[in-house]
């Protein structure tokens, strides 16, 4: 039996089967962090969603394209080339319409599987606290245990110590009525 058997079966049944549970749980968690890649186990499409999502949320994307923007504007309005797209830029704003049509459902999947993600991490979250909550448990129960063990030796202690006072004042008062009276004068 463990040690911590006797405090455990104190908690209600279900307290105890979920403690068993987690406890059980955590091992298995640990191993699977320990071993899992964040990536493994993904489709095709939510690696590509997820590489998609990156590239469009960083900042060389958004210099690269603002670069991309700024010549094709400058290309259209200067009269070093022929204007291809004239203001009001026309094809511009209907690539840029494409661009984000075609990224937003990247995205969108990309942030569907991370929410997922945190899901699973919430809940886990929550089971480690309520395990946490009933390891606290069990220790404040361990030592209100050793807290009424303690208390009981030194009551104990303390009622012996009375008994032997006790018994010392019985034998000094016994010496002290026989002692003048035994003596001889």
């Known amino acids: 039996m463990k040690p911590d058997a006797k405090i455990a079966r104190d908690f209600a049944p279900g307290d105890r089967r979920l403690l068993d549970e987690l406890r059980a749980l955590r091992k298995g968690v640990r191993k699977q962090a320990e071993?899992?890649?964040?990536?493994?186990?993904?489709?095709?499409?939510?690696?590509?969603?997820?590489?998609?999502?990156?590239?469009?949320?960083?900042?060389?994307?958004?210099?690269?394209?603002?670069?991309?923007?700024?010549?094709?504007?400058a290309l259209n309005i200067t009269v070093l080339v022929q204007h291809w797209d004239p203001y009001p830029f026309i094809l511009l704003n209907l690539a840029l319409s494409f661009q984000a049509a075609y990224a937003a459902p990247f995205i969108m999947m990309s942030q569907?599987?991370?929410?997922?993600?945190?899901?699973?991490?919430?809940?886990?979250?929550?089971?480690?606290?309520?395990?946490?909550?009933?390891?606290?448990?069990?220790?404040?129960?361990?030592?209100?245990?050793?807290?009424?063990?303690?208390?009981?030796?030194?009551t104990k202690a303390i009622n012996d110590l009375t008994d032997v006072i006790n018994r010392q004042a019985a034998l000094s008062a016994i010496d002290g009525r026989e002692g003048p009276q035994s003596q001889p004068e």
């Open 35 to 73: 071993h899992k890649a964040p990536t493994e186990g993904l489709t095709l499409g939510q690696k590509v969603a997820d590489r998609v999502a990156a590239a469009m949320g960083s900042w060389p994307f958004i210099i690269i394209q603002s670069a991309m923007l700024a010549v094709w504007i």
């Open 112 to 154: 569907n599987r991370q929410q997922q993600v945190d899901r699973k991490e919430a809940e886990n979250d929550y089971k480690i606290n309520i395990k946490a909550e009933l390891e606290i448990e069990l220790l404040h129960q361990k030592i209100d245990e050793l807290r009424e063990k303690e208390v009981l030796v030194l």
